[in-house]
């Protein structure tokens, strides 16, 4: 009895836990639920805020794609317009055309008269020549050939082209102990009519060799390759053979 008493004079809270959760229980009855609803009502809010500005969204992409389909048909009508105006006016012209009747084909020109001179009888008949006369026969060959002999005459005082050619021969000695001065004057010594005599020079062939090579102008109908061949080879103490290193027109 003494304990209990001693209890019973002690300031304890006993039933502190069965309080504190009774007031917890006050609380979340009296904030708990406001606090849902508020956020549930807030929710709703939004959810309507968003499905407002959606359907203004599509509102006015609604209103633009409208507008801009009332302007294709304006100008699809307007097309169709001038289209129905166009086709009228050709079924006009062509309604005109079919009345009308098709124009007259235009008259061949008419040949010129052929003038027809009147012959009298009488006299007069032995004075007309209807198959011209022999004089001017003979007077038109007379000129002829008058202009044929002037032209043969300007022809001949021409002078007639000479064909040439630019030969260029290489003229080879036996050995290397010829007179090369003494072969060049033979080779200049072959003198023919249409045949002209160039420059010359000594070209070293090997072993100490050298040959000849000298040029020419020749008439082409006076002067051939065989004939100087054949006049130079003649020298045969200086001369073992000629070629020709270049033919040219001139």
């Known amino acids: 009895?003494?304990?209990?008493?001693?209890?019973?004079?002690?300031?304890?809270?006993?039933?502190?836990?069965?309080?504190?959760?009774?007031?917890?229980?006050?609380?979340?009855?009296?904030?708990?639920?406001?606090?849902?609803?508020?956020?549930?009502a807030k929710g709703r809010q939004q959810k309507r805020r968003h499905r407002n500005s959606s359907s203004h969204a599509g509102d006015q992409e609604l209103v633009s794609r409208m507008k801009s389909l009332e302007l294709e048909n304006q100008t699809l009508h307007k097309v169709v317009v001038?289209?129905?105006?166009?086709?009228?006016?050709?079924?006009?012209?062509?309604?005109?055309?079919?009345k009308s009747p098709a124009p007259a084909a235009i008259p061949a020109a008419k040949a010129a008269p052929v003038k027809q001179e009147k012959v009298e009888n009488g006299d007069d008949?032995?004075?007309?020549?209807?198959?011209?006369?022999?004089?001017?026969?003979?007077?038109?060959?007379?000129?002829k050939q008058e202009r044929l002999e002037a032209y043969a005459a300007k022809k001949a005082k021409k002078p007639a082209l000479i064909a040439k050619s630019s030969i260029l021969l290489d003229v080879?000695?036996?050995?290397?102990?010829?007179?090369?001065?003494?072969?060049?004057?033979c080779v200049r010594s072959v003198q023919m009519d249409g045949l002209l005599w160039g420059a010359s020079k000594l070209v070293p062939?090997?072993?100490?060799?050298?040959k000849l090579q000298i040029s020419c102008v020749v008439e082409?109908?006076?002067?051939?390759?065989d004939i100087l061949e054949e006049e130079i080879t003649k020298f045969e103490d200086y001369v073992q053979s000629v070629d020709v290193a270049a033919f040219n027109k001139i």
Not at 125 to 143: C, H, K, P, Q, Y
Not at 172 to 185: G, H
Not at 205 to 210: D, M, P
């Open 82 to 98: 001038e289209m129905r105006a166009a086709l009228q006016k050709l079924e006009s012209r062509v309604a005109v055309l079919e």
């Open 205 to 210: 062939v090997g072993y100490g060799i050298k």
């Open 220 to 225: 082409d109908d006076k002067v051939g390759t």
């Open 172 to 185: 080879k000695p036996w050995d290397d102990e010829t007179d090369m001065a003494k072969l060049e004057e």
């Open 1 to 40: 009895m003494s304990g209990l008493i001693c209890l019973t004079t002690e300031s304890i809270w006993f039933d502190k836990n069965r309080y504190d959760e009774a007031e917890k229980r006050f609380y979340e009855g009296v904030n708990g639920p406001a606090t849902q609803q508020q956020q549930q």
């Open 125 to 143: 008949d032995d004075d007309i020549d209807l198959f011209g006369s022999d004089e001017e026969d003979e007077e038109a060959e007379r000129i």
